[in-house]
Structures are given as C-alpha cells and as structure tokens.
C-alpha cells in the first residue's frame, strides 16, 4: 500500500492570526496538526514548535520506532514550552494530533481536542477521544453527546502540550484498508461542520476537493476559529 495526502488552513472570519499549524509528510507517513490554545499568547509559536520537530524526523525502520519517536519529540516541546512559560510567565500551549503510518497499520498520538477521524466501507469514526470538559460531562452521563457542542464550557481542554510538567499522550493503533481516508482537524471545523457533513465530504469528492469544501463549509457558518484539516488515503499499490 502507498498514501496519498492533502492538507488546507484558514485562519477564519474572526481570529486575526492562525495558531493552528500543519504537517504533511507522505514521505515518512507522518501527519499533524497543532492549534496554538486559544486566548494564550504565543499559541501559534508552540503549534509551530511541534510541527517543526515531528517535521525533522527521519523515515524510521518500523512503526514502533516511528510512535517512540514521536512520542519523544513531542515530550521535548512540551519541556520547552514549560522552560519558555517560566521565563514569560504565562502559559504558552498546543493541541496536537498525529497519524503515523508505517506497512500496514497506523497508529496516532494526541493530546487536547484536536481530532482523527476514519472514513471506511461507507462510514464515518471519530478515533480520537477529546480530552476537554466537555467530553468528561458526556462519559459521566451528565450531558448528552447533542447539547455538548453548546455548552459554555465546551472550549475548556483538559489536556495540552505545554500545560503541565507531566504530559501524559494518547495513543492508538489500527490496521489500515485500501480505501481508508482519514481526517486530522483542529477544533475550528467540528465547531461548524456535522460528522454527517464530514461523511458527505469523503465520500462525494477527491482529496484536495475535500479539503476545500471542508474550510469553505466551515467559513459559510461563521469560523469563529482557526480551521484546519489534513486529509490522507491508503491506495492499494
């Protein structure tokens, strides 16, 4: 199998800088996306900050070998961001999603409520868990996945690079098929734009199509936020 990826950004209709930032590297089968937290100064310096690292690795042996060093890279920044926050005295943050892909499966590493998600035989999954206050409310059974997503609280993230000395990531693996399209986004979209949207996306249009509907969807209802998506498709060789 081989991969195929597109990626797009926009900085909105409100923000007046983007903190979100991208890697797109189908040649070593790394993909991210970073959105600088909101509201924190220097967000779009610690999103950059990521990206960069991930963008220097080098195509590793294995997977396995591809996860420990992303997940090292990553714990990097996030002591830096800690150094930088001490010397600014103020927090300086990132979401971060991942997809690594490496034979025949992928794995993904994430902290914050950036997401992945899987579009396969027809259907679409969100693969990722958001850690936010939000979610917590929704696995506690206090709000229901619908009245989520206007919830006062639902721009509070629980969990960030940057935020804390002890940065715990996520991390999942899959197999892949050929066919599987998957869609790395920062928070900005699933503001705006339906998983139903979503699906319709992936299943009617070409990559790079897709990624312009997606920000254009997400500009026509408001994009209160910085919007950004990563597309990337398993091809069978």
């Avoid at 958001?130 to 059974?141: F, P, R």
């Avoid at 206007?150 to 509070?156: K, S």
């Avoid at 690079?161 to 790395?184: H, K, N, S, W």
Wanted: include cysteine; charge should be negative; glycine fraction near 8%.
């Amino acid at each position: 199998m081989h991969w195929q990826s597109v990626s797009a950004t926009h900085v909105g209709l409100v923000r007046r800088v983007n903190e979100d930032s991208i890697l797109d590297r189908p040649d070593i089968g790394v993909w991210a996306i970073a959105d600088g937290m909101g509201g924190h100064s220097a967000g779009d310096l610690a999103s950059q900050m990521l990206t960069e690292a991930l963008g220097r690795m080098r195509a590793p042996p294995d997977l396995s070998t591809l996860v420990d060093f992303t997940e090292h890279n990553i714990l990097a920044v996030n002591d830096r961001l800690i150094d930088l926050a001490r010397f600014r005295h103020q927090v300086i943050g990132s979401t971060i999603v991942t997809l690594l892909v490496n034979g025949g499966h992928c794995a993904f590493l994430w902290a914050g409520d950036s997401r992945l998600y899987r579009f396969r035989d027809d259907a679409l999954a969100q693969l990722t868990t958001d850690h936010s206050q939000v979610e917590q409310y929704v696995q506690q059974g206090l709000l229901s996945r619908e009245d989520a997503q206007m919830h006062p609280d639902n721009n509070l993230i629980t969990r960030a690079v940057g935020a804390t000395e002890a940065l715990f990531l996520d991390c999942d693996i899959t197999d892949l098929v050929p066919g599987d399209r998957f869609l790395l986004s920062s928070d900005g979209l699933d503001k705006h734009v339906s998983m139903s949207d979503i699906a319709d996306g992936l299943r009617r249009l070409e990559l790079p199509r897709c990624a312009r509907h997606l920000i254009n969807l997400t500009l026509e209802r408001g994009a209160a936020d910085n919007v950004s998506v990563c597309l990337v498709e398993i091809v069978a060789d």
